[in-house]
């Protein structure tokens, strides 16, 4: 008995010690299975532009076109670009003089050893590619990395890091769902083949790289592949940051047949207690009138009119979105969309919902929300996670009939 006994307590330490291991040892991903490539930056490329690249342990340059790879310890590098092209200074060291390299491919890759690069002082993961377009005279600036990890540095830039952790779920599942939807709409178009999936700023999702919220990987590790897909498709989860009570089916301007989830019939007035669920904003006639006069998609529209009589909103569909404003000038009267207004003044006026008028000599501007109020309404579900609701729930909630799905790698 105390033979077999032996046994037992040798084969329970060998487990625990084999457990005791394993619980240290991080699994192993294939990172590589779902791969984004945002774009930093998009500039004139006949211009002398340089830029600083740092990154420990060493540079891997790489010509995609003909995998030719070079390699340096060095832990900083210059390049630049000018006249479509790209340049390498690089030092010779027997006579100590530079040398400029011109790189024969219209594109270069650069990859550190450790995985992080810098380039003008801002940090990123992954690998960097310079591109140039020469029918556009333009270099293109596209960072790649895993979807995971774009989740991640995504998040602080559109929540609060100190949101509770059910409401970093909510945004993970929703970033997360949201670059994969314009990852399959870039490989599904091939007649325009772009070289990124997303942009940096709020055009897709605000993306700033590097930062040391470390404590925001456990949402991501908590909600790991997961995502929303209606009818078997990855749904395109928009959100903004305060819905206004919008009933988002009763707008006129959006087709919703592909993305019919969007088209929530019900209010969302959780967010009512925020400071933007209602606003105000008084223009003086001059700034606004300049605004209008320097857009360039007015071009002359706002040349001899006379003196500003009147403004007012002509046209609003059902949800109570402004769609057409009438400008009254002692010349001529001018209509436009309530779009376009809002996109000349983005930073005064935060959402389609609004009316607007001239007092004496000023505009006032009323309105709801902030954001194009469609999907997930950020300050809508904070609310809901005070209330006690889960992640999956409040999803539900804001994307009506979508399901939950996981990633599959390859």
Same mark, same amino acid.
Not at 7 to 27: E, V
Not at 334 to 343: F, M, V
């Given at each position: 008995?105390?033979?077999?006994?032996?046994?037992?307590?040798?084969?329970?330490?060998?487990?625990?010690?084999?457990?005791?291991?394993?619980?240290?040892?991080?699994?192993?991903?294939?990172?590589?299975?779902?791969?984004?490539?945002?774009?930093?930056?998009?500039?004139?490329?006949?211009?002398?532009?340089?830029?600083?690249?740092?990154? /420990?342990?060493?540079?891997?340059?790489?010509?995609?076109?003909? *995998?030719?790879?070079?390699?340096?310890?060095?832990?900083?590098?210059?390049?630049?670009?000018? =006249?479509?092209?790209?340049?390498?200074?690089?030092?010779?060291?027997?006579?100590?003089?530079? +040398?400029?390299?011109?790189?024969?491919? !219209? /594109?270069?890759?650069?990859?550190?050893?450790?995985?992080?690069?810098?380039?003008?002082?801002?940090?990123?993961?992954?690998?960097?590619?310079?591109?140039?377009?020469?029918?556009?005279?333009?270099?293109?600036?596209?960072?790649?990395?895993?979807?995971? =990890?774009?989740?991640?540095?995504?998040?602080?830039?559109?929540?609060?890091?100190?949101?509770? /952790?059910?409401?970093?779920?909510?945004?993970?599942?929703?970033?997360?769902?949201?670059?994969?939807?314009?990852? *399959?709409?870039?490989?599904?178009?091939?007649?325009?083949?772009?070289?990124?999936?997303?942009?940096?700023?709020?055009?897709?999702?605000?993306?700033?790289?590097?930062?040391?919220?470390?404590?925001?990987?456990?949402?991501?590790?908590?909600?790991?592949?997961?995502?929303?897909?209606? *009818?078997?498709?990855?749904?395109?989860?928009?959100?903004?940051?305060?819905?206004?009570?919008?009933?988002?089916?009763?707008?006129?301007?959006?087709?919703?047949?592909?993305?019919?989830?969007?088209?929530? =019939?019900?209010?969302?007035?959780?967010?009512?207690?925020?400071?933007?669920?209602?606003?105000?904003?008084?223009?003086?006639?001059?700034?606004?009138?300049?605004?209008?006069?320097?857009?360039?998609?007015?071009?002359?529209?706002? !040349?001899?009119?006379?003196?500003?009589?009147?403004?007012?909103?002509? !046209?609003?569909? &059902?949800?109570?979105?402004?769609?057409?404003?009438?400008?009254?000038?002692? +010349?001529?009267?001018?209509?436009?969309?309530?779009?376009?207004?809002?996109?000349?003044?983005?930073?005064?006026? &935060?959402?389609?919902?609004?009316?607007?008028?001239?007092?004496?000599?000023?505009?006032?501007?009323?309105? !709801?929300?902030?954001?194009?109020?469609?999907?997930?309404?950020?300050?809508?579900?904070?609310?809901?996670?005070?209330?006690?609701?889960?992640?999956?729930?409040?999803?539900?909630?804001?994307?009506? *009939?979508?399901?939950?799905?996981?990633?599959?790698?390859?």
């Amino acid at each position: 008995m105390k033979y077999i006994y032996k046994i037992r307590l040798t084969f329970f330490l060998i487990l625990t010690i084999i457990f005791t291991i394993q619980s240290f040892i991080k699994p192993q991903t294939n990172k590589n299975s779902f791969l984004v490539r945002v774009l930093l930056e998009e500039k004139n490329s006949l211009k002398k532009t340089f830029f600083k690249i740092e990154a /420990e342990k060493g540079i891997i340059l790489t010509s995609p076109h003909s *995998n030719k790879k070079f390699f340096t310890k060095q832990d900083k590098i210059k390049i630049f670009i000018e =006249d479509n092209n790209i340049y390498i200074p690089l030092l010779n060291k027997k006579s100590n003089q530079i +040398k400029i390299k011109k790189i024969k491919s !219209k /594109e270069l890759k650069i990859t550190s050893i450790n995985d992080f690069i810098k380039i003008n002082n801002n940090t990123y993961q992954g690998n960097l590619k310079f591109k140039i377009e020469e029918k556009n005279n333009n270099y293109l600036i596209i960072n790649t990395l895993s979807l995971e =990890d774009y989740v991640y540095y995504v998040l602080p830039s559109e929540i609060y890091p100190s949101w509770p /952790e059910e409401m970093r779920k909510v945004q993970a599942v929703v970033s997360r769902s949201y670059a994969l939807y314009y990852i *399959n709409q870039v490989k599904k178009n091939k007649n325009n083949q772009r070289p990124y999936d997303l942009k940096r700023n709020n055009f897709h999702q605000t993306y700033n790289g590097f930062h040391e919220y470390y404590y925001l990987k456990k949402a991501i590790e908590d909600t790991k592949d997961m995502i929303l897909i209606y *009818n078997g498709q990855i749904a395109l989860t928009m959100f903004d940051a305060c819905c206004g009570g919008i009933v988002t089916s009763k707008m006129s301007n959006i087709n919703f047949s592909k993305a019919p989830y969007l088209a929530r =019939d019900y209010t969302c007035n959780f967010c009512k207690n925020y400071k933007l669920y209602k606003w105000k904003k008084i223009i003086p006639e001059t700034i606004f009138l300049n605004i209008l006069k320097n857009d360039q998609k007015f071009k002359n529209k706002f !040349k001899n009119c006379g003196k500003l009589k009147k403004v007012y909103v002509a !046209k609003k569909d &059902k949800s109570g979105i402004t769609q057409k404003i009438r400008i009254v000038f002692s +010349k001529k009267i001018i209509s436009i969309s309530g779009n376009d207004l809002w996109e000349s003044m983005k930073n005064k006026i &935060k959402s389609l919902s609004f009316q607007i008028k001239k007092s004496g000599n000023k505009i006032i501007i009323e309105g !709801k929300g902030f954001g194009h109020q469609i999907g997930l309404c950020q300050r809508g579900a904070r609310l809901l996670v005070d209330w006690g609701w889960k992640f999956k729930n409040i999803l539900k909630f804001y994307y009506p *009939n979508t399901k939950f799905a996981r990633l599959k790698h390859a």
